[in-house]
């Protein structure tokens, strides 16, 4: 199998399996008990949190741990808006971020908040520029995504940070859930104020992640309960998940650090090869303003569903968007927002690496393609 859909989700490192394993076997406790098996399990959620601190060069008291991206991005957005709807009911987003922050501005709109959605370039980046025409007095929270779960276009988040500084009472949120392990930041130096993280894009466990806040800053708890995570995320903590997410973490940034280079050469390659095939366009921006992780591309002409599932007969996988837009064939809004041709655009492709990738695998993959370009060319005609 060549499995090349990382982006909507990775396979979990054996490591972080026998880790989940272990901690649920042995230590099964509530952390909130305060008998021994509840004390040691404390004691594994509180070494997790330190790591993960420590992984991002922040504090331990501003990691949170969550179900994954769509919990952190709806805690944060809702908890904003509530916390600070008298201060302001204004909101800046962009035009390409994900459903799990486009849903919940739709939501907020209905509530009467005033949204900005700020466009793109043909590159799928927001330009500084943009979001400061639609800075307001009543602006409360400018979110922008790190990384592009469609093309893989980074945003320039320690720019929008700086300028954001200026604004002290504008909170700033980043989706981060493509950008961990892939995409270097710091955020202390990016002046994020909240980054959202999901583990299972890195190796980790679904219905894991990780919400960073920054210390001092205040916001409504999205779950009210028993006070968990600092009264902030109540529920009974997963100890196992917090310490497999830990552990896929630490694993993913290492891999950064040690194979990056190798996953720029099979998305050089992958670009090279594909722009000779006639009739495919690539839509992910050159590396340096895009992740090699990602490579969007469309063939004119083709079903992107047919095409798809004539790959998967080779025991090779791939989407057509999105994981979470894919069943429903909506037309990528990030590449139309990025000028690209509705015709074009109902025809893209997006293949997404991981550092378990390979150069062979890469070979193979274009060879597949070409193949099967040919054969469907010959059936329409």
Not at 87 to 95: A, E, P, Q, S, V
Not at 217 to 243: C, I, Y
Not at 244 to 249: D, F, I, N, R, S
Not at 344 to 355: H, P
Request: with cysteine; hydrophobic share 35%; proline share 2%.
């Amino acid at each position: 199998m060549i499995y090349l859909d990382n982006s909507a989700t990775t396979k979990p490192f054996s490591e972080v399996i026998e880790s989940y394993t272990t901690v649920s076997q042995k230590y099964f406790g509530n952390p909130s008990s305060i008998h021994r098996i509840g004390m040691e399990s404390e004691k594994l959620l509180i070494q997790a949190r330190e790591q993960i601190a420590g992984l991002l060069e922040v504090k331990s008291n501003e990691i949170y741990f969550t179900s994954g991206g769509t919990e952190g991005n709806n805690t944060v957005l809702k908890g904003i808006a509530r916390t600070y709807k008298g201060r302001g009911n204004h909101i800046i987003t962009t035009t390409v971020e994900h459903d799990s922050i486009h849903k919940v501005m739709e939501q907020l709109e209905e509530d009467g908040f005033s949204i900005s959605y700020v466009p793109v370039n043909e590159f799928g980046q927001v330009s500084i520029e943009e979001i400061i025409k639609h800075i307001r007095k009543e602006t409360i929270l400018v979110s922008v995504m790190h990384v592009n779960n469609e093309i893989g276009s980074i945003q320039s988040i320690e720019e929008i940070g700086r300028l954001l500084s200026n604004y002290p009472n504008i909170f700033f949120h980043v989706d981060g859930v493509q950008g961990i392990g892939k995409q270097v930041i710091s955020l202390n130096k990016a002046k994020v104020d909240a980054y959202t993280i999901s583990a299972h894009k890195f190796h980790g466990l679904k219905g894991n992640g990780v919400l960073y806040i920054k210390e001092g800053k205040r916001m409504e708890p999205l779950l009210a309960g028993g006070g968990q995570e600092n009264t902030f995320r109540s529920g009974t903590e997963n100890v196992a998940g917090a310490v497999a997410t830990a552990k896929a973490l630490r694993i993913q940034l290492q891999n950064q650090k040690e194979k990056l280079s190798i996953l720029k050469q099979m998305n050089a390659y992958l670009r090279e090869q594909l722009a000779r095939i006639e009739g495919i366009s690539i839509h992910s921006p050159d590396l340096g303003k895009s992740i090699p992780h990602i490579l969007n591309f469309s063939i004119e002409g083709i079903k992107a569903e047919v095409f798809v599932h004539a790959l998967e007969e080779r025991d090779i996988y791939i989407s057509t968007t999105s994981a979470c837009s894919s069943k429903t064939n909506k037309i990528s809004k990030t590449l139309l927002g990025m000028g690209v041709p509705e015709q074009i655009a109902e025809s893209s492709f997006r293949i997404s690496l991981s550092y378990e990738n390979t150069m062979e695998e890469m070979e193979k993959v274009v060879d597949a393609i070409k193949d099967i370009q040919k054969w469907l060319r010959g059936v329409m005609k």
